[in-house]
């Protein structure tokens, strides 16, 4: 009788902890959590009012701005299954949330930005090429692991 009500007692005790941790992770990362493939496909698409300006999401972050064309064709490649919802080539690493640690990017909340690896032809690991995009429609490349970034232009 004792040891059924120790099992029962630890079993209740593992239960709370688990919903405690679930409760408290929910609150610290707010929208951190792996979004919808939909939210984050449209994430990089001009909004209507920068669209029918002419005007590129993020250009006024100050980064130069450059057509996607222009980027490797593997961009191009990433860009596809970032519209398609993937899947993505290293699943544990892409769609996920981008920190901006090295603060090169705008400030925002945590959650905003979203990373996808740039695949790099004869690179053994991820290489340090990736996309990054943010709730506000941007679309930023960087080919040397974050230390700069350009503004992308898909629609070019």
């Known amino acids: 009788m004792f040891n059924r009500r120790r099992i029962t007692a630890a079993l209740i ?8 941790g679930w409760f408290v992770k929910d609150g610290i990362s707010g929208d951190d959590t792996k979004s919808a493939p939909a939210s984050s496909s449209a994430s990089a698409a001009p909004s209507g009012d920068a669209a029918a300006k002419g005007k590129v999401a993020g250009e006024d972050s100050g980064l130069p701005v450059k057509p996607l064309t222009k980027l490797p064709s593997q961009a191009s490649d990433t860009w596809k299954l970032i519209q398609a ?11 996920v949330t981008f920190q901006n640690r090295e603060k090169v990017l705008p400030a925002k909340g945590s959650g905003y ?5 740039v695949k790099t032809p004869g690179s053994q690991d991820r290489g340090a090429r990736r996309l990054v995009t943010g709730s506000g429609k941007e679309l930023y490349y960087t080919e040397d692991h974050y230390k700069s970034f350009v503004v992308v232009d898909p629609s070019r």
């Open 113 to 117: 930005y979203r990373e996808y690896t």
């Open 13 to 20: 005790g593992l239960i709370v902890l688990v919903l405690a």
């Open 85 to 95: 919802g993937g899947p993505y080539p290293y699943p544990r690493n892409d769609d």
